[in-house]
DNA sequence: GCAAATAATTCAATCGCTGAACAAATAGCG
DNA sequence: CGCTATTTGTTCAGCGATTGAATTATTTGC
């Protein structure tokens, strides 16, 4: 549960150094082409100076590397550009899912530099062999990244249920975890990452919010606040507000699949009648347009169904319209709620989005009170299936570019 | 629009004071007593050496005064407890809503200094002219809060509709205003408070949702994220996060009303069928007990509806269950979206609470994956009936509390 | 009346930012 | 080719704010 908030505490002398290498790092990553420490300091507001300063010790602690020069037009003697380290800190990324686990390494720069996908079906086997499994692999990213020169400083997992804040998985239904204590199984495998001072080693989070994260940092960048909904068997929302993972009280936000959205229709698992789940979850889909279920692991019964979507199978557009419809009713009642200008169709709807998103606009148009000042746009994600694995690594790299401080103050 | 953030920019010499200055004089606000500086000190970090100086600051700038020395036990020399200067600052807050003029005084330590609340209906007058009298009314606050050593430093006006960034109100269909550039049509009246800088002069916001901060910042204070309902005409919500109000990508967060809760329902204005609001909107309610709308004013039928719901009239108990209903239905949504887990129902809502927390209740723990493992609160509002009036002059303390550097440096 | 205890202030040291001067490197121009 | 204008980046004295230790202030308990 990362909380990225202002300094709460007291502002001592040293926290000054610490904002600005934050800034400027900051605004190093967020530039499109390499700043030079001119740049930065009319980008921050600083001066010339402080930014030497400060670049120096980003340079110095292997955060930043100094580019070739950008050829500039016009006199004066040439920037020197910098650039987020290529073989500095990265993130490892992790993901249980229902039908895969899924490992990669991000660096600084949010280029993925190492994945691997090994498909299985994860429901029979038992948390620990699963979480073992996923250590191997991970065993093989660690040797990979530092073979390029990359440090792990941290990981994060995905998993597709409710994560209480110390790592501990309430409930994955749709794994069949119960729980399931993830950081003391992981305990007797003490080696996935370095120690590093200020970055935890090990964070355990929601599959939908870490795929909003990977949408968030992707690049080009997403928008501020967004709602991003993973379609899979559930149907999980990860909620952007203000550049922020909103994760709620508890870090239980985004089930968005119980929304109701035909309050006397079908009962459903969790106790109401009429949620979403119940008519766009990947099962009601695939069962509205025919196809039999337990032929078919789920991503596969997903590309089975675009395939026929995209052949003008009746049955299938009409059960992608409908589940289109029912996801437009319930993301309209968000957009009103939050009053946001973008929603992101991501993991099982991004390849459906093409039959998704007219159906879902339609709904928002109709029932959104703001849409005429102002349009909701609807997309699918740019990432692909791994998304919550790369946002998990992504997050790990985040933390670091927004307290470089931690970083820079190990030893080494 | 008041957006609390960290320090985004440069982080200089002087921010070190101007965030300690905030951080101390936030802690004198929280805190349930007089701290001491070395209460100070030891809660915020900073040394006693620190405090003192930063303390001196806020006393010369008479934001805090010293009380009278608390009687402590054992020995030592006795504290000096420091409180919120009730010869300070102030904020005015201003409400016009569908059926009364609402002026308040507020100060920083949230007491209600002043109040006013004149009865009318605004429906037919012009907006103008609506202004108008409110800033009557604010005069004679002023000189009121003069009289009493208060200095209004800014001022907020609720408005039951949709605000932009600007203080245009693009729509309040209750009070039938269409595109109203408030400041503007206040600029004529320019004496409404002194300016301050650093302190907006005039922020023009939406009623529910200074309602909700009213909530966030009464005593005590409510937690740091929570649903405020205020059930009118329409139902709007003020959705406050992690402490700050969360007001969406343009400001038009809150529209509770419009979530589907029988989505094959009642048409309804905004375009959509089954809205909320034609289930547990106050019109809705009295027409579904048999009150004859017309006859009274909003603020009458609900006093009315409530006594009758004393009296055990069948018809209002069966109108109260079916709207708490409806309402318990949409909550658990939202709830289920953001995991909150306490829910406040205000405005005309207060008064019927009694009747709408026990169906509101029932759903939410039908629906709410969650509950079974963290119970969710649903409560009345504490804040009287102008509560969006109240909190809108607290609003502009706190905004005061939250950066006193700049109350600091005005010339006096 | 004295010691212990707690509160608050004073002061030299230090940290990090600022602003101005300076050094470095290049393009344009005669 | 050499000079000037221009822009980048560094150096350094100055200064504001925090720190930590010593000091003063004020009360309780013995």
Known sequence: ????????????????????????????????????????????????????????????????????????????????????????????????????????????????????????????????DALARLVELAGQAR????????????????????????GLVRLAPNLGWRDVAVPALLAAHPALTE???????????NEANLAALGELHSRPPGPASFLHISGEVGIGAGIVLDGALFRGVRGWSGEIGHLPVHPQGRPCRCGGRGCLEQYAGQEAIVAAAGLARAELPADTATARLAELAGA?????????????????????????????????????????????CPPVLTEITARVLTAAWSPVTVRPSTLGAE??????????????????????????
């Not at 120690?195 to 989070?205: C, K, N, R, S, T």
Request: glycine share 12%; proline share 6%; net charge neutral.
């Open 312 to 356: 003008g199978d009746a049955d299938a557009l009409r059960a992608l319209q409908d589940a289109g419809t029912a996801l437009g009713v319930a993301v309209a009642g968000v957009v009103n709620l939050l009053d946001l200008d973008t929603v992101v169709l991501g993991g099982g709807y991004a390849p459906l989005a093409p039959w998704l």
């Open 1 to 128: 549960m990362i909380r990225t908030h202002a300094p709460a505490g007291a502002v001592r002398q040293g926290s000054l150094r610490e904002l600005n290498l934050a800034l400027v790092l900051g605004r190093i990553a967020a530039a499109d082409r390499p700043p030079s420490r001119a740049d930065l300091a009319t980008a921050t507001g600083l001066t010339r100076a402080t930014v030497s300063a400060v670049v120096e010790d980003l340079l110095a602690g292997r955060l930043v590397d100094e580019a070739d020069p950008a050829p500039r037009a016009g006199a004066g003697r040439p920037a020197r550009g910098l650039v987020l380290a290529d073989q500095g800190p990265a993130g490892l990324g992790l993901e249980v899912n229902v039908d895969y686990l899924a490992v990669c390494v991000v660096d600084l720069a949010g280029q993925v530099r190492h994945r691997t996908v090994h498909r299985a079906d994860l429901r029979p086997v038992a948390p620990a």
């Open 387 to 412: 998304a919550a694995a790369v946002g998990a690594a992504g997050s790990v790299v985040r933390h670091i570019i927004a307290r470089p401080a931690g970083w820079l103050a190990r030893t080494g």
């Open 195 to 205: 120690q590093v001072p200020g970055v935890p080693a090990l964070v355990v989070d």
């Open 143 to 166: 040797t990979d990244a530092a073979r390029q020169g990359l440090t792990l400083a941290g990981a994060a997992l995905a998993v597709p249920g409710l994560v209480d804040d110390a």
